[in-house]
């Protein structure tokens, strides 16, 4: 993971946001071999940060906001049936492009002049009860609809993103850290 940061960076990416593919890890190994670059990514981020005034690393940014501006509900932020959709060729309206497997979760039609349906994903059982709600994203709704219960490795993956960040706020150069949180004009804060 460091490899790749560090080859972008150098071709001259200003912002780099590398989620990785969790849904698809299968065994321990490939688990251990996730947190072990999550590791090893985060000393780079502290090497990084040490020698540059920048901070590139997008996929830190809000979740160290979310630190010191908690959300106020543990709702998802993917934006499902808000702020994205999927419009498929008959125009059948969808809360996001995996749900047009889903025929149940149609919105609307474009082509139709009666106002969209509202979208309903039941909240995913333990949330609630996790020590990390308000800085987790929660993931992907659409593999949670489709096993009906929190994929345990976005858990695993989002608690460590947790505790790195708050391990960054410490390491961070403080204008570093001062400009994560400040929000330049025109951004908003998720």
């Keep these: 993971m460091v490899d790749i940061y560090q080859d972008l960076l150098t071709i001259g990416f200003k912002e780099i946001s590398l989620p990785p593919d969790i849904l698809d890890i299968t ?3 490939e688990k251990d071999r996730l ?3 999550l590791a090893d990514l985060h000393q780079f981020i502290v090497d990084y940060s040490n020698s540059s005034s920048t901070f590139p690393f997008g996929d830190f940014t809000t979740p160290i906001r979310r630190l010191f501006i908690p959300k106020l509900n543990t709702d998802d932020t993917c934006g499902l049936g808000f702020s994205t959709f999927s419009v498929i060729p008959n125009g059948d309206i969808f809360p996001c492009h995996r749900f047009c497997s889903v025929p149940e979760s149609k919105l609307g039609n474009v082509l139709e002049e009666k106002p969209l349906q509202s979208v309903h994903i039941p909240e995913t059982a333990g949330c ?3 020590w990390n709600p308000f800085p987790c994203p929660h993931g992907c709704k659409f593999h949670d609809y489709s096993i009906n ?3 345990t490795n976005w858990c695993i993956y989002s608690k460590k993103m947790t505790e790195i960040c708050l391990s960054l706020c410490f390491e961070l150069p403080e204008h570093t850290l001062l400009n994560i949180l400040t929000l330049k004009r025109g951004q ?3």
């Design 128 to 130: 609630r009860e996790c």
């Design 27 to 29: 065994n321990n190994f």
């Design 188 to 190: 908003i804060y998720s």
């Design 35 to 37: 947190l072990r670059e």
């Design 149 to 151: 219960k929190k994929n």
